[in-house]
Nanobody, 116 residues
Framework: QVQLVESGGGLVQAGGSLRLSCAAS????????MAWYRQAPGKQRELVAA???????NYADSVKGRFTISRTNAKNTVWLQMSSLKPEDTAVYYC??????????WGQGTQVTVSS
């Protein structure tokens, strides 16, 4: 079983920055992709950013140029640096990881609130 623990959410004014972190622990041989998703009230969960074990990244169009995803394979940790935050970035942010032995795990979620 693989557990993901997130931290770093909070309340910030528009234009501000926050950094989310997610640490994976448990029976892990290899983590392939790690990603951040978010879900705003009344909306579906959406992919924000993803990163492979080789460092290839993918971002939602709405966050390109403002968010940066990074990871350290040695510590099974992924970060999401969020800058120039907008009220529409307000959501619960979830970490996801998939790897070997076969697993696909979600974190508990961390609230990010951006005030205007």
């Amino acid at each position: 079983q693989v557990q993901l623990v997130e931290s770093g959410g909070g309340l910030v004014q528009a234009g501000g920055s926050l950094r989310l972190s997610c640490a994976a622990s448990g029976s892990i041989n290899r983590i392939n992709a790690m990603a951040w998703y978010r879900q705003a009230p009344g909306k579906q969960r959406e992919l924000v950013a993803a990163i492979t074990s080789g460092g290839i990244t993918n971002y939602a169009d709405s966050v390109k140029g403002r968010f940066t995803i990074s990871r350290t394979n040695a510590k099974n940790t992924v970060w999401l640096q969020m800058s120039s935050l907008k009220p529409e970035d307000t959501a619960v942010y979830y970490c996801h990881a998939a790897g070997w032995p076969p697993f696909s795990s979600w974190g508990q979620g961390t609230q990010v609130t951006v005030s205007s």
